[in-house]
């Protein structure tokens, strides 16, 4: 039987889905599908780049891997990258998986690949094809904060398979709400009123500017129509909240937070998927880590959660965080065939690595 790694096609949808659901994995309808690639406000940039790759084995799709057009900025120059989305390939055919990844790695006209949500299986495979780990300190560390404790304690106690898990985690979750409330006063004063928005104004257009032009880290666009293609369903869907923090009547700050189940512990978290400051000033950070809780709370949702960045903001959020969780493999990796980029992108100090920059 042949099997052939080209680009995928739009009329790849239904082999697509089929094989993603074979794994159990997310699908998305027809519309929402294109919609990654056709709404995309830069998508004029990248005509020449695939929307990902599969895997054909005689006109049956048996693996397919998607890939995320984003725009970065990084010293003055714009860069195309491809962000790692879903991948999934059949168990007979997993010896073409190398291929799969290596076509998305290789093809020519990116400046950046990224994978910033890289499985179990996925890492190993990132190892083999010898893909660089992002290099920032404790990427993998995560700082949580309990805001429904008996349901945080009993998924900490039964991952640890301490007998009596359910029983011991009323009294222990009963302190741990309070002392997450208590260690975030750490993370400073709230200075600064903060806001829930429906949407994205012109208004994150300057603030965009203002942080492109004074960031020495690769950054991610974030202007006005990247953030509403990237988050606009999900706010209108109740499943991510848009937290704005203005001052001297600008906007100065917002953070982003997702609703995340974890199944396989039990809890539902709200996790800070973005979290951009127009300079280093911790009243912006502190007060928009206590209207995270707050909404949190609000929401009914078990944890706030924190995983990735670095600078000012992740120093307050660690100092704050009552609860640490290291993820089981290390997720976040990069690959440039760019000489003088893959130097500059070997030290830590250019990184500020998080969720916004995965699938």
């Known amino acids: 039987m042949d099997l052939v790694c080209r680009p995928v096609e739009t009329s790849d949808y239904a082999g697509v889905m089929a094989c993603l659901e074979r794994h159990n994995m997310p699908t998305a309808s027809r519309e929402r599908w294109l919609a990654?690639?056709?709404?995309?406000?830069?998508?004029?940039?990248f005509k020449d780049i695939p929307r990902g790759f599969v895997l054909d084995a005689n006109g049956v799709i048996v693996g397919s891997i998607t890939s995320v057009w984003a725009?970065?900025?990084?010293?003055?120059?714009?860069?195309?990258?491809?962000?790692?989305?879903?991948?999934?390939?059949?168990?007979?055919?997993?010896?073409?998986?190398?291929?799969?990844?290596g076509q998305q790695l290789?093809?020519?006209?990116?400046?950046?690949?990224?994978n910033g949500s890289a499985s179990a299986n996925t890492s190993k495979i990132m190892d083999t094809l010898k893909v660089l780990r992002v290099p920032q300190p404790d990427n993998d560390l995560g700082f949580l904060w309990a805001t429904r404790g008996s349901r945080v304690a009993h998924a900490g106690l039964k991952r640890r398979g301490v007998p009596m898990a359910r029983a011991l985690s009323w009294l222990v979750g009963?302190?741990?709400r309070l002392?997450?409330?208590?260690?975030?006063?750490?993370?400073?004063?709230?200075?600064?009123?903060?806001?829930?928005?429906?949407g994205f104004t012109d208004a994150f257009d300057e603030l965009w500017r203002t942080i492109r032009d004074r960031s020495t880290t690769l950054v991610g666009f974030r202007d006005r129509g990247t953030l509403h293609w990237r988050y606009a369903r999900a706010i209108a869907a109740g499943n991510a909240v848009l937290l704005t923090v203005k001052r001297d009547g600008l906007l100065a700050a917002y953070a982003v937070l997702m609703r995340t189940p974890h199944p396989a512990l039990g809890i539902v978290a709200n996790s800070v998927h973005d979290f951009q400051c127009v300079?280093?000033?911790?009243g912006l950070v502190g007060s928009l880590l206590h209207a995270a809780w707050k909404e949190t709370r609000a929401r009914s949702l078990d944890l706030l959660e924190w995983f990735g960045f670095s600078g000012s903001k992740r120093a307050i959020a660690e100092r704050a965080s009552l609860l640490r969780y290291r993820l089981d493999v290390w997720q976040a990796f990069y690959f440039t065939r760019n000489r003088s980029l893959k130097q500059e992108l070997s030290v830590p100090e250019r990184w500020d690595f998080g969720p916004y920059d995965s699938d």
């Open 36 to 45: 990654i690639w056709d709404e995309y406000p830069h998508r004029d940039d």
């Open 71 to 101: 725009k970065y900025w990084l010293s003055g120059n714009q860069l195309r990258a491809t962000i790692a989305g879903n991948a999934a390939v059949d168990h007979a055919y997993r010896a073409g998986s190398v291929q799969l990844f």
């Open 106 to 114: 290789l093809q020519p006209g990116v400046d950046l690949y990224l």
């Open 174 to 176: 009963s302190g741990l």
């Open 179 to 198: 002392a997450s409330r208590l260690k975030l006063r750490q993370a400073g004063g709230a200075n600064y009123p903060v806001a829930i928005e429906g």
């Open 279 to 282: 300079d280093e000033d911790p």
